[in-house]
T-cell receptor, first 113, second 117 residues
Framework: GQQLNQSPQSMFIQEGEDVSMNCTSS?????WLWYKQEPGEGPVLLIA?????ELTSNGRLTAQFGITRKDSFLNISASIPSDVGIYFC?????????????FGKGTLLTVNP | GAVVSQHPSRVICKSGTSVKIECRSL??????MFWYRQFPKQSLMLMAT?????????EQGVEKDKFLINHASLTLSTLTVTSAHPEDSSFYIC?????????????FGPGTRLLVL
């Protein structure tokens, strides 16, 4: 099946620093999604990317859909303590909008005040 | 964004009993819902895809007779863990595709923590 490699596995940063994480795939995806999950909660959608090369921002978050369609990155600028959580990338291949997502293993972000 | 709810949020049961978890799309009709399981410090693992009015499609290794899925309406899907055992203890999360968007995106419920004693 499709495999997603997400890195880094974890990050410990100081408040105010910028953060970057990425996902790479062994196969092509048509959609890349980035989610954030806090303890005991379901994932919350942060950014959705639908076209190769697309660069999308949501406040301090910026994500890009790689031109090869096999990778995506998420940047968080000027981190704050509430950014703490696990960030997951997810890719969806061909087969229509109801096709299943493949998730990365997550990046655990810790922000020290 | 779209709102998806789950009930209950937490359940503790004895080994051998069955547990039903509900997933509802509150402000949209979802033709497709998905059920995931997440163990501590791990990623989400898809269990099954649920389409309204038809049988669910289970992922490899997921027992359909143990994890019964019923998608009775466009806003409700249920997952029943039958004869639950301690190894079934996990965080169960559903998601639903919002058809109102140009590109349907999956929105997740808040999850159900199951503990089987």
């Amino acid at each position: 099946g499709q495999q997603l490699n997400q890195s880094p596995q974890s990050m410990f940063i100081q408040e105010g620093e910028d953060v970057s994480m990425n996902c790479t795939s062994s196969s092509i995806f048509n959609t890349w999604l980035w989610y954030k999950q806090e303890p005991g909660e379901g994932p919350v959608l942060l950014i959705a990317l639908y076209k190769a090369g697309e660069l999308t921002s949501n406040g301090r978050l910026t994500a890009q859909f790689g031109i090869t369609r096999k990778d995506s990155f998420l940047n968080i600028s000027a981190s704050i303590p509430s950014d703490v959580g696990i960030y997951f990338c997810a890719g969806r291949g061909s087969g229509g909008s109801n096709y299943k997502l493949t998730f990365g293993k997550g990046t655990l972000l810790t922000v020290n005040p | 964004g779209a709102v998806v709810s789950q009930h209950p949020s937490r359940v503790i049961c004895k080994s051998g009993t069955s547990v039903k978890i509900e997933c509802r799309s509150l402000d949209f009709q979802a033709t497709t819902m998905f059920w995931y399981r997440q163990f501590p410090k791990q990623s989400l693992m898809l269990m099954a895809t649920s389409n309204e009015g038809s049988k669910a499609t289970y992922e490899q290794g997921v027992e359909k007779d143990k994890f019964l899925i019923n998608h009775a309406s466009l806003t409700l899907s249920t997952l029943t863990v039958t004869s639950a055992h301690p190894e079934d203890s996990s965080f169960y999360i559903c998601s639903a595709s919002d058809p109102r968007q140009v590109q349907e995106t999956q929105y997740f419920g808040p999850g159900t923590r199951l503990l089987v004693l």
